[in-house]
């Protein structure tokens, strides 16, 4: 057995349940999120691309913490926390939402769980919902208990995840729909297991209730999975931005708006029930967005990396725009990014310049998301 490396980040940052299983699988270098080490690298980035697009990946994701709202008053507190209409959300279901401030402002993109007719989990991308809810909290007469819950989500993703989940669970897992979720139950222990994850591809994410177990689950599924293709991983660059999916603090963050993200769909401003920002969303919605999200086709050689700082993107010597998430696609075989732009610049072949560390190159605004315009290889 790989000995445990004494990752240096301190003891103010969290290792998740499955943090020894990883590295034991051969995780060697780790990142910070939502306070927490999350695994980025076992090994070739693009390699754990070809082994989530073509087989299945495992990967550790606790780092999505669990807000868990309950009580008489939870559902019309959750709904007051969101723009998007949960009036039709059932028990099982799972729902994309955003979280805006007063000021219309996105502080998070999580996915909401429904466990029960009064109880929910906000599964968070980056940033510190669980006060942000205590906070609102204070300030209502809702009747509501808020607090973070032992549930330590992991991501099997990929065209093989659904046959080896028949392995783990048995054929009733064929039944659970995209974007619901049930409990299962393993040594006893409570899983939740819901047909969500970030990659873009056929999925699921599988919630640990009780900390203690983690490496032991990890180390079970890797068994049941291996012979069946599965490989340990991280949550893939190259996919996520393919997909035109978001990733908090570098394709939005409080500054940015729903409507600037293309995200309209997710804010009902005709209904009549209140929440969190709705007045300055109102506004926004009727003065118009002044930049907006775009893919680029970036012209220049194969990047051998994500961007690690925005970008300058520029009309005429005029800057217009920012890029934000950048990467290589091995599969579409060219450079791919997201984008904000000045609204006169974003329409689809719109050609623009963007300032990288080794020079200024062309790039030309293409559809999102860049692979599977409708999610259907998610949604099968």
Not at 118 to 139: E, K, M, P, Y
Request: aromatic residues 10%; glycine residues 8%; contains cysteine.
């Amino acid at each position: 057995m790989k000995k445990i490396n004494d990752f240096g980040f301190g003891t103010q940052i969290r290792k998740s349940p499955f943090f020894d299983a990883t590295v034991n699988w051969g995780a060697t270098g780790f990142s910070v999120y939502n306070h927490m080490y999350i695994p980025r690298d076992f090994g070739d980035p693009e390699e754990n691309f070809w082994n989530l697009v073509n087989d299945a990946i495992l990967c550790d994701v606790s780092v999505e913490r669990q807000v868990e709202i309950s009580g008489p008053d939870a559902a019309q507190f959750v709904q007051f926390l969101t723009p998007r209409d949960l009036s039709k959300m059932k028990v099982g279901q799972c729902k994309y939402i955003l979280i805006t401030n007063e000021d219309g402002g996105l502080l998070n993109d999580p996915v909401l769980l429904r466990l029960a007719e009064d109880r929910f989990w906000i599964s968070l991308a980056d940033s510190d919902i669980l006060l942000w809810a205590q906070g609102v909290a204070v300030n209502t007469d809702f009747d509501v208990n808020i607090f973070e819950p032992d549930a330590s989500p992991l991501q099997l993703q990929g065209p093989k995840s659904r046959d080896i989940m028949v392995k783990l669970f048995g054929d009733s897992i064929l039944d659970l729909k995209y974007y619901w979720h049930r409990e299962y139950k393993w040594k006893g222990i409570s899983l939740i297991v819901s047909r969500t994850g970030w990659s873009s591809e056929l999925g699921y994410e599988i919630f640990l209730t009780d900390q203690t177990q983690g490496n032991e689950l990890w180390d079970h599924i890797m068994s049941i999975g291996e012979p069946m293709g599965l490989k340990p991983g991280h949550t893939s660059s190259i996919r996520r931005i393919e997909g035109g999916m978001l990733s908090y603090h570098a394709d939005a963050d409080i500054n940015t708006n729903p409507f600037e993200l293309r995200l309209d769909r997710l804010v009902d401003l005709k209904s009549s029930h209140n929440f969190v920002g709705k007045q300055a969303l109102l506004k926004i919605k009727t003065q118009g967005v002044k930049v907006k999200q775009v893919g680029l086709a970036l012209e220049c050689d194969p990047l051998t990396g994500p961007n690690t700082r925005f970008w300058t993107i520029r009309k005429d010597e005029q800057k217009v725009g920012k890029v934000t998430s950048a990467i290589y696609s091995p599969r579409l075989m060219k450079n791919i990014a997201l984008a904000m732009v000045s609204i006169e610049y974003n329409a689809v072949g719109v050609k623009l310049d963007v300032d990288t560390p080794n020079g200024s190159f062309t790039a030309r605004v293409v559809d999102l998301p860049f692979y599977d315009s409708n999610k259907n290889i998610a949604k099968n």
